[in-house]
């Protein structure tokens, strides 16, 4: 009995942080006086790692910028993380598992602490959009495959 539950599937989270937030305002205060709307640039990036047997980190990644011409008005960027524990499953599901399941559940906390470090930074919080993780995936995937559509054949 003990022995068919030691090979029962495990998918735990151990713990979620927030492993790296930095905010600048390089051309502040100048800049605050501007009248002109900033354009926003937002880049989101996925990571997975092993850290031992069976546990994973997972790291979900921000960089907002805003600029008005040239010049910034503020950089946010941002590392969330969380630890899973993740044995027994089929390798076929391991990519999927640390590609989609995790960083949807870090990925709220993320968009948490940006809105409010920027909010904090004296400005309109940016609110990072909902993502589609599994689209995501899939593209990450084809494109490590050399392929031009996410759709894989087998």
Partial sequence: MAEQQSQDPV??????????????????????????????????????????????????????????????????????????????????????ILGIACPQIVYPYLRGNVADVIQRGGFPPVHLAEINFQAMFEQQQAQAAGQASPIVTQ
Avoid: C, H, W
């Fill in 11 to 96: 998918f735990q989270i151990q713990r979620v942080y927030l492993k790296d937030l930095s905010l600048e305002q390089p051309n502040s205060p100048a800049i605050l006086l501007e009248q002109e709307q900033p354009t926003v640039d937002i880049q989101l990036g996925v990571d997975a790692q092993p850290v031992t047997d069976g546990i994973f980190e997972i790291t979900v990644s921000a960089t907002v910028q805003t600029k008005i011409g040239d010049k910034t008005v503020f950089l946010v960027e941002a590392k969330q993380a969380g630890i899973f524990e993740i044995r027994n499953l089929p390798e076929d599901q391991m990519g999927p």
